[in-house]
């Protein structure tokens, strides 16, 4: 894995000003929140070391503050490994299922046989089942 990956910063927030007569709130120019870039080597999206061709660590907190700033919900498995091929997302969800039913774990919509793997617009509202959405370039 090359040593320049992960180095830019994302925004995950704007600062807003509110106009306490109206209640318009509008974004301040320049402003916002900016999240580091996690330690040379890694992700710049979940900031753990992996294969480009794996899934996103979906349990990184990085990761779903990054997600969730561009699509305004959180993110399931199926938005972590959307890059990946059919082979590698099959696996995935085969040892993500066998694993939450081998601990208790309610399996996901996402996750189920059922759910299908084509990307579309994500629904209104937070919704674990979201379907996935392209991510915006992170801020160099
Ligand atoms: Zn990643």
Request: aromatic share 6%; proline share 13%; net charge neutral.
């Amino acid at each position: 894995m090359a040593k320049s990956r992960n180095s830019k910063l994302c925004k995950i927030g704007d600062t807003l000003k509110v106009d306490v007569n109206t209640g318009e709130a509008v974004p301040v120019e320049g402003g916002g929140f900016r999240m580091p870039p996690g330690p040379p080597g890694t992700c710049e999206w979940c900031c753990v070391a992996h294969q480009p061709d794996q899934p996103h660590n979906q349990q990184s907190l990085p990761y779903q503050m990054r997600f969730h700033a561009i699509n305004k919900r959180w993110p399931t498995w199926t938005d972590a490994m959307a890059h990946c091929s059919a082979e590698v997302k099959a696996v995935w969800r085969a040892h993500l299922v066998e694993m939450m039913r081998a601990n208790g774990m309610e399996v996901p919509p996402d996750l189920r046989d059922d759910w299908p793997d084509t990307p579309g617009p994500a629904p209104a509202g937070p919704s674990p089942g979201g379907r996935y959405r392209e991510p915006l370039s992170l801020v160099a």
